[in-house]
């Protein structure tokens, strides 16, 4: 069912060589890597979602306060803390983003050829395996590569791409998002993975990436339904644009400053 396990012994993941700062090291060469370049596009929906995020926080410490699990008084506290109003949607954000990596390290271990039982993990991660399960034996996908890094030395940038999946003959990028949705960056991000020129091998050679034919998103459900499999367009357009977000990235790296200018230059 897998090519997995014969290609992930000689593929090392993506973060052995990325830093915390978003920078793949190849050898003696520097890359930023996809997910860093994408912070360069606007993304409109983020002011939204962290007023929503202070909202629903407000709103969970009323509920807290009306099961008599807090006083009024320190209700009243936390609201007028300015500073923990603030940090209320990154506060949220960090706790997704470690039941994302938890179920991204199960899913992988799945795709290795490891029993998983979802029983053995809490709440907040146990419906997205039941999903995740659910669709394999729906679909019955080929996993030919697991959490390898891919580099593109022309345009120069780096990234983990998740997965090659072979889907009724089609050969595609992969990745999964436990978010609620799948954005139109995740086009950009699939097809900066799929435009890669070579994955890096833990022996230091390089290994051409694989031809593939599309880039897809699958959306785990949390209460345990069949996963969405979303397929994103990836072709050139796409590229071009991911490859304009890459020189707008080369450009603020140059931290340019302004001039005051007197009248006598003019």
Partial sequence: MSAVPQTRD????????????????????????????????????????????????????????????????????????????????????????????????????????????????????????????????????????????????SVGYAGTCYALVRLNGRLVAFDFKTGADSYDEHALQLSAYRHAEFIGLQDGTEEPMPETDGGCILLPQPDGSIAKLLEWPTGEAEFRSFSALKTIYDWAQTKPKYQEVSLCLF
């Fill in 10 to 153: 000689k593929r090392m993941h993506g973060t052995n060589f990325r830093d915390s700062k978003g920078i793949y090291t190849w050898k003696n060469e520097r890359y930023p890597s996809v997910t860093t370049i994408l912070k360069m596009k606007d993304k409109p929906a983020l002011p939204r979602w962290a007023s929503k995020s202070v909202a629903e926080f407000v709103k969970g410490e009323a509920e807290r306060r009306n099961r008599g699990e807090i006083t009024g008084a320190q209700l009243m506290e936390t609201i007028l803390d300015v500073d923990r109003m603030k940090s209320a949607p990154w506060n949220y954000a960090e706790k997704k983003r470690d039941m994302g990596s938890t179920f991204h390290d199960v899913a992988e271990q799945i795709t290795l050829g490891t029993p998983v039982s979802p029983a053995a993990f809490g709440d907040d991660v146990r419906g997205y395996i039941e999903s995740f399960l659910l669709w394999l034996e729906t679909w019955k996908p080929e996993f030919e590569a697991s959490e390898f890094a891919c580099f593109n030395r």
